[in-house]
């Protein structure tokens, strides 16, 4: 069956480390992936989405790889801050044109 | 743009009671999502749309859910009966594709609660 996981349920570093987070999955050949923010009480919002044939890709202090192979993508915040904390989900398209959500990685910045 | 507008944003109601909640999407966007989430399962999809008619409803747990979309700005999920197993957050989120890939962007959320 199709499944998606992210690494942990919580994550808790250090403020100024980089943040990474991983969302593994199997039986999907994803046309792209997407990675979003939720903060609490609120719905997500979209980071960056990288497509099958990108190996990496970058917005300010986030870094998103793809590694069709491993089947698995790599979320990365560097310099992280408090501002940070929230919850992180990966979302995958698969060929069927269906968005399928991760359980998403509760990161935790303290100062 | 105001982005996605949902109501209510909170819904205590008592089992067996029907529940409806909206949805307006964004101004534009063909597509249109209904999910729901909770702590076991995370965010689930029930249903989506294009261009007002129901693509995929896989999701929708069972016959009590239903959902429509009569025009391009507005959506409705409806619950009849409720059961306290429902209780969960719902969100709606609306998109349009574009060079092959699409951005969801979701509203704030119904939170609903049924005792």
């Known amino acids: 069956s199709q499944k998606i996981e992210q690494n942990s349920e919580a994550l808790n570093i250090q403020e100024g480390k980089t943040a990474t987070l991983t969302c593994n999955y199997t039986?999907?050949?994803?046309?792209?992936l997407q990675w979003y923010r939720q903060d609490p009480g609120r719905g997500p919002v979209f980071l960056l989405l990288i497509r099958e044939n990108e190996k990496e890709k970058r917005k300010e202090r986030l870094k998103v790889t793809f590694d069709t192979t491993l089947k698995q993508s790599l979320f990365h915040i560097t310099a992280s801050q408090p501002a940070d904390s929230a919850t992180y989900l990966c979302?995958?398209?698969?060929?069927?044109?269906?968005?399928?959500f991760g359980s998403g990685t509760r990161l935790s910045i303290r100062p | 743009d105001a982005g996605v507008i949902q109501s209510p944003r909170h819904e205590v109601t008592e089992m067996g009671q029907e529940v409806t909640l909206r949805c307006k999407p964004i101004?534009?966007?063909?597509?249109l999502f209904w999910y729901r989430q909770t702590m076991m399962r995370g965010l689930e999809l029930l249903i989506y749309?294009?261009?007002?008619?129901?693509?995929?409803d896989s999701g929708m747990p069972e016959d009590r859910f239903s959902a429509k979309m009569p025009n391009a700005s507005f959506s409705t999920l409806k619950i009849q009966p409720s059961e306290p197993r429902d209780s969960a957050v719902y969100f709606c989120?609306?998109?349009?594709?574009?060079?092959?890939?699409?951005?969801?962007?979701f509203g704030p959320g119904t939170r609903l609660l049924v005792l």
């Open positions: 101004s534009g966007h063909d597509y």
């Open positions: 979302a995958l398209y698969s060929s069927a044109s269906k968005i399928i």
């Open positions: 749309f294009n261009n007002n008619v129901p693509i995929d």
């Open positions: 039986n999907y050949s994803p046309a792209y």
């Open positions: 989120a609306s998109s349009y594709r574009t060079g092959g890939t699409e951005t969801q962007y």
